[in-house]
């Protein structure tokens, strides 16, 4: 198989073998962990600079603006240059504030965006810890994140704040609802919680082709739910700008501020990589049965590249949903979930059981 | 790796948070105001607590997504094995899921997913 030359487990055992030879195995494990620590660092300035600026992108074409244009080409260092600037700002800390949960809050919420990381795999072999429960550890930890948006509600001493860390508590804890279930219906197919074997049980298609019809209705409720999950437009309750100015980050300046500002973008880029992982086949490349020269081709495509492609191609929808979409009322949010999406996905769910037992899928 | 990643990523969230934030109040001015640590709420100062009861339906909410919640985790294990089990699991999971659903009916019906 072509596939074998772009396997990143046998350059990482490789390394690993290589070291091993030369030094105790205590050094080894930290020369090793500083490595994949320097990439997990890498990989959160490399997004936060190509969200920030990709999202400036998209919706200045949605709008038919020019964007960004007048740092460096096309704009490219504006991220750079907004980064700059908000180290520079003092950051303040209101009075009769809590201090260490006001302080403390952005750390958290940037640790919990930092820990999903560790099971989802950037390529093939390319993963941080492939531990077996995969899928519940991402969904454990995710849950974590919201602690530190009410936190940092409630320790603003602001009303703005509390009003709107309590709508952003109260709508992702609700919207959890519906990614876990639609998770589940990839796990039920799968029958594993390990994110590469989900990965390698799309080698022959990806879910969204093979799963017929249940499985598109779980990924769109997916991709609704986890719109709502990253507080994004239309359900941006928590920071309706018209209503509560910031919301929950209302009273955070400079670097505070822009931890918050990361995460949701980080968040955005996790959901979406869970998204292409669980339905459109991770790192697998795109085949059609039969085209034999076209399979091959596809094949010599790097497996980090499609990981990417399908993560920004799934970004770039929700970018779109901005743009698209007027942003729901709070009673309209909650309905949507408890008395659509959360029955829909129930009975969702059982379709695929049936499926999966009955072998309805290719 | 192993679950020492898992310290590992903290680690790194803890340097990156943290160490951003320390740079900036090392680099950044600051200037100290009477006026400028106040709330800030439209202009006009804060009236009354800050930290006050809020809307009951947020509680109700969490109740419900408590019981949904602690559901779902009941799942993963069960549709780990649904595959391999066959048309028992499912029989198993349309009683658990019908009795779940008689909750949300009850909550519905009660008024508890209206907001108020």
């Known amino acids: 198989m072509l596939l074998k030359i772009f ?12 070291l ?28 936060g600079l190509v969200l920030v600026y990709m ?24 991220a750079v240059a907004d980064t700059v600037k908000l180290l520079l700002k003092e950051g303040l800390t209101p009075d009769g504030a809590d201090k260490f949960l006001f302080n403390f809050a952005p750390i958290l919420v940037i640790i919990v965006s930092m820990l999903i990381l560790a099971p989802i795999g950037f390529g093939k072999g390319l993963v941080i810890w492939d531990l077996n429960i995969g899928v519940l550890y991402i969904s454990a930890v995710s849950s974590i994140g ?60 990806w879910w969204i082709f093979k799963g017929h019809i249940p499985i598109i209705i779980s990924f769109i409720i997916f991709v609704i739910a986890s719109t709502a999950e ?9 920071e309706a700008e018209s209503e509560l100015t910031g919301g929950f980050h209302t009273e955070y300046a400079g670097m505070k501020f822009a931890m918050f500002f990361l995460a949701e973008y980080i968040n ?95 | 790796m192993g679950p020492g990643s898992l310290i590992l990523l903290i680690i790194c969230g803890v340097a990156f948070a943290g160490g951003g934030i320390l740079l900036s109040q090392l680099i950044a001015r600051s200037s100290t105001n009477s006026q400028k ?9 804060t009236e009354g607590n800050t930290w006050i009861q809020f809307n009951v339906g947020y509680y109700l909410f969490a109740l419900i997504f408590l019981i949904f919640d602690v559901e779902l985790v009941f799942m993963y294990p069960w549709a780990v094995a649904a595959k391999a089990t066959g048309m028992f699991a499912l029989i198993e999971i349309i009683i658990f899921m019908f009795i779940l659903f ?15």
């Open chain 1, 146 to 205: 919201v602690i530190g948006i009410l936190m940092a509600g409630w320790a603003s001493n602001n009303k703005y704040s509390l009003i709107g860390a309590m709508r952003s508590g109260a709508q992702i804890v609700s919207y959890e609802l519906s990614v876990g279930l639609s998770l589940i219906s990839v796990v039920i197919l799968t029958g594993s919680l390990q994110m590469s074997d989900i990965v390698n049980s799309q080698a022959n298609g």
């Open chain 1, 268 to 362: 955005i880029f996790i959901v979406c990589a869970i998204g292409a992982t669980l339905f459109l086949g991770g790192w697998m490349p795109f085949h059609i049965g039969g085209l034999t020269a076209f399979n091959d081709i596809m094949d010599y495509i790097p497996s980090p590249f499609w990981f990417f492609g399908k993560t920004f191609f799934l970004i770039f929808v929700i970018m779109w949903f901005r743009w698209t979409f007027p942003r729901l009322r709070v009673d309209q949010l909650l309905t949507l979930e408890w008395k659509y999406l959360l029955p829909i996905s129930m009975v969702n769910t059982l379709l695929v059981t049936l499926m999966a037992i009955m072998g309805w899928y290719f």
């Open chain 1, 7 to 18: 396997d990143f487990s046998t350059i990482t055992a490789a390394f690993h073998l290589w």
């Open chain 1, 20 to 47: 091993s030879g030369k030094m105790s195995s205590v050094l080894v494990m930290l020369i090793e962990m500083t490595i994949a620590g320097m990439c997990a660092l890498g990989l959160f300035v490399f997004l």
């Open chain 2, 102 to 116: 008689l909750g949300l009916l009850y909550a519905w019906k009660k008024g508890a997913l209206k907001w108020m």
């Open chain 1, 55 to 78: 999202e400036r992108k998209v919706s200045a074409v949605m709008q038919i603006r020019i964007g960004p244009n007048r740092v460096g080409p096309w704009g490219t260092i504006q």
């Open chain 2, 37 to 45: 640590g106040q709330p800030y709420e439209c202009g006009v100062p």
């Open chain 1, 230 to 238: 990253t507080n994004r437009a239309p359900f941006d309750m928590a």
